[in-house]
């Protein structure tokens, strides 16, 4: 079937306009005093409203997907459920969301990193959705969601200026790494989805390293930077 006619593709355009769909609904919230005061903070306020939505959702949903298919823990590539392959396509819908936001916003260079990931983990997705192939990985991959939430969390606290919640990516994605890394010599695509996960364990070792400058060195933080990364607010 040619790719245009692919199933999928309502899928991800109605994930996407979901997506958009809440940021508007969300952006008429009331917004705290602090954040109301700068137009950035209010974009990345509305922009971390909806990451905080997708964490939640995606990241209760992935568990419940390794609980009714406990399979995909060992069987990466081959495993497949319904409910997975709706999740990875769900996903799939936010990270082109985001991504037209932050470009449309004119935030791409201050959030360059951003793009870089959803580039990384929707090139990995497709396999799943478009080949079948490591949709267990891929909602495996989404587990890191969890953590996610109270990551989301920290960040909108210090946007507001509040107590800093102090949570770190613990999840490294050693484990797909590594399975990944068996595949290389032997599968194309593997080798293809173990270059896209090694990006990933860089691009998750640079946000954690921020983190730590934020909380315990921000004097060593140009201010420049202060006011223009994510993950140094």
């Known amino acids: 079937m040619p790719p245009l006619l692919h199933p999928a593709l309502p899928l991800l355009l109605g994930a996407t306009l979901t997506f958009r769909a809440l940021r508007r609904a969300l952006s008429r919230l009331p917004l705290p005093a602090h954040v109301q005061a700068d137009p950035l903070r209010t974009w990345r306020w509305h922009n ?33 459920s319904l409910s997975g392959y709706l999740l990875v396509c ?23 990193e951003y793009l870089v990931h959803h580039v990384m983990a929707m090139g990995a997705f497709f396999s799943g959705i478009f080949w079948s192939k490591f949709v ?14 109270f990551l989301t969390i920290r960040m909108m606290m210090k946007i ?29 695509q593997g080798t293809f989805l173990l270059g896209i996960l090694l990006m990933l364990d860089i691009m998750i070792l ?26 140094t607010e």
């Not at 640079?206 to 993950?231: A, E, G, M, T």
């Open 160 to 188: 507001n200026n509040a107590q800093d919640l102090l949570l770190y990516r613990i999840n490294k994605y050693a484990y797909l790494t590594y399975f990944f890394l068996q595949y290389a010599g032997q599968r194309t």
């Open 136 to 149: 267990g990985g891929g909602v495996l991959t989404l587990l890191v969601e969890v953590s996610n939430i």
């Open 90 to 112: 769900f996903s799939t819908g936010y990270f082109i969301h985001d991504t037209v936001d932050i470009v449309v916003s004119r935030q791409a260079r201050a959030s360059w």
């Open 48 to 80: 971390l409203l909806v990451s905080f939505a997708h964490s939640i959702v995606s990241g209760i949903w992935a568990l419940l997907c390794v609980w009714q298919t406990p399979e995909m823990l060992v069987e990466i590539e081959t495993a497949w």
């Open 206 to 231: 640079i946000y954690f390293s921020r983190l730590l400058r934020s909380d315990f060195c921000p004097d060593r933080v140009p201010s420049q930077q202060h006011k223009d990364k994510f993950l």
